[in-house]
């Protein structure tokens, strides 16, 4: 009986694990799941498909704080961008051209995204639209049915900006004095081939008065 429940143990532990990481995988989601400020990130939204009908649209918002820069376009699917009164992206909406994701599928959304100035974290609210009209709010806390990805902005290594940027600066400086040192050089040289000439036809000319 107890190597029974030996082996039972960790087949459980297994089988929850595995039904945690099948739920997790389950919510749209949006990586990196870390970045750093002012950064200009590569992000990409997964939408898996959870019910057995497809996905024909997908409405992410865009956390305040971030400036979308630019959104990759995917075949048999447009985007629209809503705008703010000030002129700033939103959300963005792709809708399907097409059937959309099917059932037991998932696509991955590509954008980039300028980051905040400040450290903390952004959520990414997202909206799931399926062929029957139901819709998915994708906006609730971290252990909700229904949450909303989070990303965490670190502080960025500013120092190493700034070392790279004296690096570029102490490079192009001494790039030009030594393009100054082989101008002086180069103006210094007819001046020398001229004394030498002149030295030598003085030589000349003596030597033929001797």
Request: cysteine-free; aromatic content about 8%; proline content about 5%.
């Given at each position: 009986?107890k190597?029974?429940?030996?082996?039972?143990?960790?087949?459980l532990?297994?089988s929850?694990?595995m039904?945690?990481?099948?739920?997790?995988?389950?919510?749209?989601s949006?990586?990196?799941?870390?970045?750093?400020?002012?950064a200009?990130?590569?992000?990409?939204?997964?939408?898996?498909?959870?019910?057995?009908?497809?996905?024909?649209?997908?409405?992410?918002?865009?956390?305040?704080?971030v400036?979308?820069v630019s959104?990759?376009?995917i075949?048999?699917?447009?985007?629209?961008?809503?705008?703010?009164?000030d002129?700033?992206?939103?959300?963005?909406?792709?809708?399907?051209?097409?059937?959309?994701i099917?059932?037991?599928?998932?696509m991955?959304f590509?954008?980039?995204?300028?980051?905040?100035?400040?450290?903390?974290?952004?959520?990414?609210?997202a909206?799931?639209?399926?062929?029957?009209?139901?819709v998915?709010?994708?906006t609730?806390?971290p252990?909700?049915?229904e949450?909303?990805?989070?990303?965490?902005?670190?502080?960025?290594?500013a120092?190493?900006?700034?070392?790279?940027?004296?690096?570029?600066?102490?490079?192009?400086?001494?790039?030009?004095?030594?393009?100054?040192?082989?101008?002086?050089?180069?103006?210094?040289?007819?001046?020398?081939?001229s004394?030498?000439?002149?030295?030598?036809?003085?030589?000349?000319?003596?030597?033929?008065?001797?």
């Open positions: 009986m190597t029974k429940k030996k082996w039972l143990t960790p087949i532990a297994t929850i694990l039904g945690f990481t099948y739920t997790a995988d389950a919510h749209v949006v990586q990196p799941k870390e970045s750093t400020t002012n200009y990130e590569k992000y990409t939204m997964r939408v898996p498909v959870e019910k057995d009908i497809n996905t024909t649209k997908v409405e992410l918002k865009v956390p305040k704080g400036s979308l959104v990759m376009p075949p048999d699917w447009g985007y629209e961008l809503k705008k703010d009164k002129g700033q992206v939103s959300s963005v909406i792709w809708t399907a051209k097409k059937a959309g099917k059932a037991n599928e998932f991955e590509a954008f980039i995204g300028a980051n905040p100035s400040k450290p903390g974290e952004v959520s990414w609210n909206l799931q639209t399926y062929k029957d009209g139901s998915v709010k994708w609730g806390a252990d909700s049915d949450p909303a990805s989070v990303t965490t902005i670190n502080k960025g290594d120092e190493a900006g700034h070392n790279k940027a004296n690096a570029q600066s102490e490079a192009k400086t001494t790039e030009a004095k030594a393009e100054t040192s082989t101008n002086d050089s180069s103006n210094w040289l007819p001046i020398t081939l004394a030498v000439a002149l030295l030598l036809a003085l030589i000349s000319l003596f030597r033929k008065k001797g």
